[in-house]
């Protein structure tokens, strides 16, 4: 019978672990990922943490149990027979026990913490970002399982941006529950829009309106000739008469109606 593999996985984020366990193949994974309108994408390279099982550990302790009882021993032994008449190896045999112990601390503490690295299979494996993480579920034991949770760094916003909302609607919609998350950021007014693929993050500073645009972009590598995309960020500060954004700025237009008559400052948020 084959072994089960489990992954150790991160104690506070309560992700769901499985996905659609009524499923009992990876075709029927990927037709009802389609169906029901995850945006998943297959990943390369993806290495899961897995957990060892006894027989593992057991063989690593076995191995440097070798090492305290018979390796170093005997080279010690040797070492002292040796050292009046041989000092030139004297230097060649303390690197070998030198590197021995390292190896032995090593294992010890591979042992104990009893986590190994595990390929994902690309042709099994699906990245759907949802709440600031990438979540790494992967067809394994049968069913679709939850397998890696990464956070997702700033730079990537743009990438992300419509999907991880997308995908929140639908672990919500399929009946999942989701961790809460509480991401702090004491900017004010702070807003986030898209427009003509870009992702625009607005914020206001002492009455000023900060602009940071992440944009893609196609360049040609001058190496090769290939025309590559990279990730540009654009950052602007503007007087709130110079804003230069306000036909696309959702906060900003409902701002103008709501105080229209009354004064041209944004309120600030009401502090909870």
Request: aromatic letters at 12%.
């Amino acid at each position: 019978m084959e072994k089960e593999i489990k992954f150790r996985l991160p104690d506070e984020l309560k992700f769901p672990q499985f996905l659609f366990e009524d499923k009992k193949s990876l075709d029927a994974i990927k037709e009802e990922l389609a169906s029901v309108g995850f945006i998943a994408l297959q990943q390369k390279d993806v290495i899961a943490n897995r957990v060892m099982d006894t027989e593992e550990i057991s063989e690593i302790r076995a191995e440097y149990g070798d090492i305290a009882e018979t390796d170093l021993p005997s080279l010690y032994e040797e070492m002292g027979a040796l050292e009046a008449k041989y000092k030139a190896d004297k230097k060649t045999l303390e690197g070998q026990i030198s590197a021995l112990n390292t190896k032995f601390k090593d294992l010890v503490s591979f042992a104990k913490r009893g986590i190994r690295d595990y390929n994902l299979d690309y042709e099994k494996t699906f990245c759907i970002s949802v709440m600031k993480h990438y979540l790494f579920y992967t067809w394994v034991n049968g069913r679709f399982e939850l397998a890696m949770v990464q956070e997702i760094p700033n730079h990537k916003g743009l990438d992300i941006f419509n999907s991880i909302e997308k995908n929140k609607e639908v672990f919500e919609s399929l009946g999942y529950t989701l961790p809460e998350i509480k991401i702090e950021d004491s900017r004010t007014n702070l807003r986030r829009f898209s427009k003509d693929e870009s992702l625009y993050e607005v914020w206001e500073e002492n009455g000023i309106i900060n602009v940071r645009i992440y944009r893609k972009e196609d360049i040609e590598d001058e190496s090769t000739g290939d025309i590559v995309e990279i990730n540009r960020t654009e950052i602007g500060k503007y007087a709130r008469e110079n804003y230069p954004y306000k036909d696309i700025d959702p906060y900003f237009n409902e701002q103008t109606e709501t105080s229209e008559g009354e004064t041209d400052e944004i309120p600030e948020e009401p502090e909870e």
